[in-house]
């Protein structure tokens, strides 16, 4: 294939404000947990019931999602999505898509079912990775099996009907193609995996 540096575009690096670090409870979170710890209910009376955890909505109710579209991408289903229109609340309120953070994971699942349609493919068909900042590039060929390993920080597929996301909050999602050998890929470049040359090892996994 040659250089794949000469042809496949670097087609942009936004942060959609996905996974990230843990982040810190807001102050009126904090003030509704001490305020509930100092009022207890009154002996006898009947235990409030807690609110649901998200509001799910039906798709044709949501806020719809909007994602950004990179030029150098068209004709190539993609999109660097926002918080918009997801069903996440509180501190992660949006579309997060971020399993390991702290959120409902029905929510998460609704989020990522919506990103999928978005996509135009099945739940199961937009894959995510367990992202530790590394180098680390995993080569797909088709939906998770259940014992497999995911922890990487890019992937690269020539597989039609496969949508390839990656998660980033204050790092950067990159998103690659290469039209002629129809091969894509997407990176998580934090400034640790870039440093150690994720972006580097994607574009040799792409050969």
Not at 26 to 45: I, M, T, V
Not at 140 to 168: F, H, I, K, Q, Y
């Amino acid at each position: 294939m040659g250089d794949p540096r000469k042809r496949v575009r670097d087609v942009g690096k936004r942060d959609p404000g996905g996974e990230g670090p843990k982040e810190k409870a807001r102050p009126e979170a904090r003030q509704d947990a001490a305020s509930s710890l100092r009022s207890p209910a009154p002996p006898g009376s009947e235990p409030v019931p807690r609110p649901p955890r998200f509001r799910s909505l039906p798709m044709t109710d949501a806020e719809p999602l909007r994602p950004l579209r990179a030029a150098g991408l068209r004709g190539t289903p993609h999109g660097f999505f926002t918080r918009q229109g997801g069903v996440s609340e509180g501190i992660r309120a949006g579309l997060n898509c971020g399993a390991g953070s702290k959120d409902a994971p029905e929510a998460v699942a609704e989020n990522k079912a919506r990103v999928a349609a978005a996509m135009g493919v099945a739940p199961d068909r937009l894959l995510f990775l367990h992202q530790v900042h590394s180098e680390r590039v995993l080569t797909v060929e088709g939906p998770w099996g259940p014992e497999a390993s995911r922890e990487a920080d890019a992937m690269v597929t020539t597989e039609p009907g496969l949508a390839l996301a990656a998660l980033a909050a204050d790092c950067m999602p990159v998103l690659f193609l290469d039209p002629e050998a129809r091969v894509i890929a997407a990176a998580h470049a934090g400034w640790r995996g870039a440093l150690g040359g994720v972006l580097e090892a994607t574009l040799d996994a792409m050969e």
